[in-house]
């Protein structure tokens, strides 16, 4: 019997027990992965980022099983992130390195990122009523 991925799992787990403990979880991304969505100017040689995802610095932050989706800003501006759960190389506390580095995993049919948000001001149109005797 094939089970899913327990990796999406793990990093909930991690992330809970950094955040517990008083730390400041890192995440490890490997930012060349199909589907990554991270400010590619952050991104080292090797093609990985790290991301502070603690409760301070992060909005909206979901630990999805697919993917993990949040809000955070780079020099002042706010950018939504998108790392698909294949992609995380690891979560660990900033204050001591605990934490978990995990094996390389096949990627598989990226998920779809999210929908933008439509702007404010842009709304559908609606349907009309009338009366009718």
Known sequence: ?????????????LYEWIVDNACTPYMLVN??????????????????????????SVVDLDL???AITFNARFGGVPQDLFVPTYAVMGIYARENGQGMV??????????????????EG????RPSLRVVK
Do not use: C, D, W
């Open 31 to 56: 930012a060349k992965a199909t589907g990554v969505e991270v400010p590619q100017q952050h991104v080292n040689k090797e093609g990985q980022i790290v991301l502070n995802i603690s409760p301070i």
């Open 1 to 13: 019997m094939s089970m899913s991925s327990s990796r999406p799992y793990m990093i909930r787990a």
């Open 102 to 119: 995990f094996e390389s995993e096949p990627e598989p049919e990226p998920p779809t990122p999210p929908e933008p948000s439509k702007p």
């Open 64 to 66: 999805g099983l697919e």
């Open 122 to 125: 842009s709304e559908e149109k």
